[in-house]
């Protein structure tokens, strides 16, 4: 199978040769900035399955994890695509906003719910986590 995707103008783009480890909604303040003021979606998936074309431009910032993350984005549409973090050099973040089958995208957990909006909504079937959550196993849970 082969997960693809790309930015909003096409000159980023991306493709993904094996399942993502975990996906996840994050509610921390800097992901509603990039994510238009709801939570972000995110796939992980391990770094070396992730083939990219295209200029990406990046900013880096701590989380609320104390990890730097590179926030990596279309150097031409500003679209938000990967974030990464020298801490965990073999993982990338995928955007789900990016996605060409959005439908791929089932999340496991709410992440940073504390920092959630009062309007947030979230599925009452995904556990919520106030911060950050256990590390993910580091298996595809899809099959
Ligand atoms: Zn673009
Ligand atoms: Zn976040």
Not at 1 to 28: H, K, Q
Not at 33 to 53: E, H, M, P, W, Y
Not at 72 to 90: H, I, N, S, V, Y
Request: aromatic content about 8%.
């Amino acid at each position: 199978m082969s997960i693809t995707g790309g930015c909003l103008c096409g000159a980023v783009r991306y493709e993904i040769s094996a399942d993502p480890i975990t996906m996840r909604v994050c509610w921390c303040k800097d992901c509603q900035r990039l994510a238009a003021g709801n939570g972000s979606a995110n796939l992980l998936f391990k770094r070396d399955v992730v083939t990219i074309t295209g200029a990406l431009a990046t900013f880096s910032k701590p989380a609320d994890s104390g990890n730097v993350i590179d926030r990596k984005f279309c150097a031409t549409c500003g679209t938000q695509m990967f974030g990464e973090t020298a801490a965990r050099p073999d993982f990338i973040v995928v955007r789900a906003g990016s996605l060409d089958d959005p439908s791929i995208f089932k999340p496991v957990a709410n992440i940073w719910t504390s920092s959630a909006p009062n309007w947030a909504c979230m599925s009452d079937t995904v556990p919520k986590f106030e911060r950050q959550p256990p590390p993910p196993r580091h298996a595809p849970i899809r099959s």
